[in-house]
């Protein structure tokens, strides 16, 4: 298992000891997600972290950057993983930032709703617009497949035309 788990895990998951191959006995909806049994409109992926379309988003725009470690608190993450969930969520945010009329594109953790450590990227224009206590309707597939064009478009061209 050892040598397995050198040959598959970047290093500095080894040092600090997370195990990926120990899954929780249920997997959170973010997992099923990650793993496909859920669909969901992704809008990147690696061997680390997963973001996709928050379907009951606060604005058009509204992204999840999950890690596909199951850990319920985000700060229960190794430093250096925390340190790449943010790399890999700024090429996205500045996507989100083109993508839509904003100012920015805020971020946000709460994980109250689902135990799986997750940022929130969402556009916004003030603070308001992060107020997690405003209703959040679910959005139709048809707004959410646009919203995904719109994002990886701006994506695309942010990572200079690679994959990200």
């Known amino acids: 298992m050892q040598v397995l788990a050198n040959l598959l895990y970047p290093s500095f998951l080894r040092q600090t000891g997370v195990d990926l191959f120990t899954k929780p006995a249920v997997m ?5 997600i990650i793993a496909g049994e859920i669909p969901s409109y ?5 061997d680390l972290f997963f973001a996709f379309l ?16 199951e850990v319920d608190n985000l700060f229960d993450l190794p430093a250096d993983y925390l340190q ?4 890999f969520a700024q090429p996205i945010a500045k ?12 971020i946000s953790v709460i994980g109250l709703e689902v ?50």
């Open 28 to 32: 959170t909806i973010f997992s099923r």
């Open 42 to 46: 992704k809008i990147a992926g690696n």
């Open 54 to 69: 928050d379907i009951f988003p606060l604005r058009e725009g509204h992204v999840l950057v999950v890690p596909k470690t």
């Open 84 to 87: 790449q969930m943010l790399v």
């Open 95 to 106: 996507a989100i930032e083109k993508a839509f009329d904003c100012n920015r594109c805020g």
């Open 115 to 164: 135990p799986h450590a997750h940022l929130h990227l969402i556009p916004i224009n003030n603070a308001n617009d992060l107020n997690f206590n405003q209703p959040k309707p679910q959005a139709s597939p048809e707004s959410l497949k646009a919203v995904q064009v719109k994002i990886l478009q701006n994506l695309l061209q942010e990572s200079g035309n690679k994959p990200v």
